[in-house]
T-cell receptor, first 115, second 109 residues
Framework: ETGVTQTPRHLVMGMTNKKSLKCEQH?????MYWYKQSAKKPLELMFV???????ENNSVPSRFSPECPNSSHLFLHLHTLQPEDSALYLC??????????????FGPGTRLTVT | AQTVTQSQPEMSVQEAETVTLSCTYD???????LFWYKQPPSRQMILVIR??????QNATENRFSVNFQKAAKSFSLKISDSQLGDAAMYFC??????FGAGTRLTVKP
């Protein structure tokens, strides 16, 4: 185990539903990340939170909304998703971000299916 | 923008043999870090090896080593004495933001 947990592990939702993904890290890290992993595509960085700074990939649709209430918890709120949003969503954490590219610790991911 | 390209979607190696996974990247920066991550089936992604661009010496971690060619912007991973447990998706990453599409490695007994 890497010290990063994600719930739920699997999620099936309709296009009109609202759901949230949760990530928790027990490593004392200062940065947390959301990635989207689709088959045969590069891992896509969606959002970064680091010491109250938030950075987002401008290509991520607004139907994905992140929330980081503290340095240990990260959420991804989902609403009115599309079938193409079906993917594995990975959470990661690291000691810091951008100053020095630190090793990232990944969670097991949430397999999301949008029907 | 920095892009990372892994040109081998799938690779296969016989147990105990050596295999090399390719990665190229595009950047205008002179100082950066490169990583190889391993994602076993249904398991969490973990770091395999890390290389700092200003270091000319290639990084090595037990059976894993890299061939870092800064001028060519190439960063390949060599796995020696392959084991069944090496079967996984391998991702090359530039700094902590850019990942390639991955290479699926199969190890044949």
């Amino acid at each position: 185990e890497t010290g990063v947990t994600q719930t739920p592990r699997h999620l099936v939702m309709g296009m009109t539903n609202k759901k949230s993904l949760k990530c928790e890290q027990h490593l004392g890290h200062n940065a947390m990340y959301w990635y989207k992993q689709s088959a045969k595509k590069p891992l896509e960085l969606m959002f970064v939170y680091s010491l109250e700074e938030r950075v987002e990939n401008n290509s991520v649709p607004s139907r994905f909304s992140p929330e980081c209430p503290n340095s240990s918890h990260l959420f991804l709120h989902l609403h009115t998703l599309q079938p193409e949003d079906s993917a594995l969503y990975l959470c990661a954490s690291s000691q810091g971000w951008r100053v020095v590219p630190y090793e990232q610790y990944f969670g097991p991911g949430t397999r999301l299916t949008v029907t | 923008a920095q892009t990372v390209t892994q040109s081998q979607p799938e690779m296969s190696v016989q147990e105990a043999e050596t295999v090399t996974l390719s990665c190229t990247y595009d950047t205008s920066e002179s100082d950066y870090y490169l990583f190889w991550y391993k994602q076993p089936p249904s398991r969490q992604m973990i770091l395999v090896i890390r290389q700092e661009a200003y270091k000319q010496q290639n990084a090595t971690e037990n059976r894993f080593s890299v061939n870092f060619q800064k001028a060519a912007k190439s960063f390949s991973l060599k796995i020696s004495d392959s084991q069944l447990g090496d079967a996984a998706m391998y991702f090359c990453a530039y700094n902590d933001m850019r990942f390639g599409a991955g290479t699926r490695l199969t190890v044949k007994p």
